[in-house]
């Protein structure tokens, strides 16, 4: 069960949009609409911002979006704020009950 | 707003077994809507999952784990544990416990995380 790959690092000015990538295979992303994004800030516990691919929960920005193409999800941020710079993590259902996580990618904010 | 608390000893020797409990408050770990999950992450690491457990007691678990695992679920007290056996240096991470809300959203709510170290 290997982990999804996502970039070591993005950065981004205040305003800016950036796009993190989630790539997987045809066992996890590629088959499953069931992706989440985890935004974790520094000695706190992963929030959930995007699930099932490009929902938001209740209380998450309208600033993030989730999107899929074949094996890869995505997640953007419009209009950085310094508040967004964190480590994010995606998720992907891999069948037979099981979970896998990506790798995680730090935003900073410039 | 339901709310998850882990707890259990924060050092283990190598070769002995992990275990940790976590209690779930402002909500019923009898629901049949969801599973509750244990989440690792080993430090300055990434997430790993690790496995999940329904109130009736049915468990799925990380394959690559599968072999030293076991978790449990007490309805009466509201609490589920996880015991991880023959632990190494390896398994020192923070473990997080979280809820699944079956085939909809996974991990929408989490536990602060508690840091267990395997030293000697």
């Known amino acids: 069960q290997s982990a999804l790959t996502q970039p070591a690092s993005v950065s981004g000015s205040p305003g800016q949009s950036i796009t993190i990538s989630c790539t997987g295979t045809?066992?996890?992303?590629?088959?499953?609409?069931?992706v989440s994004w985890y935004q974790q800030h520094p000695g706190k516990a992963p929030k959930l911002m995007i699930y099932e691919g490009s929902k938001r929960p209740s209380g998450v920005s309208n600033r993030f979006s989730g999107s899929k193409s074949d094996n890869t999800a995505s997640l953007t941020i419009s209009g950085l704020q310094a508040e967004d710079e964190a480590d994010y993590y995606c998720c992907s259902y891999a069948g037979s009950s099981t979970w896998v996580f990506g790798g995680g990618t730090k935003l900073t904010v410039l | 707003q339901v709310q998850l608390q882990e707890s259990g000893p924060g050092l283990v020797k190598p070769s002995q077994t992990l275990s940790l409990t976590c209690t779930v408050s402002g909500g019923s770990i009898s629901s049949a809507t969801y599973y509750w999950s244990w989440i690792r992450q080993h430090p300055g690491k990434g997430l790993e999952w690790i496995g999940f457990i329904y109130y009736s007691g049915g468990t799925y678990y990380n394959p690559s784990l599968k072999s030293r695992l076991t978790m449990s679920v007490d309805t009466s007290k509201n609490q589920f544990s996880l015991k991880l056996s023959s632990v190494t240096a390896a398994d020192t991470a923070v473990y997080y416990c979280?809820?699944?809300?079956?085939?909809?959203?996974?991990?929408?709510?989490w536990g602060q995380g508690t840091l267990v170290t395997v030293s000697s």
């Open positions: 979280a809820r699944d809300q079956i085939g909809v959203v996974p991990f929408d709510y």
């Open positions: 045809s066992s996890n992303v590629g088959s499953y609409k069931l």
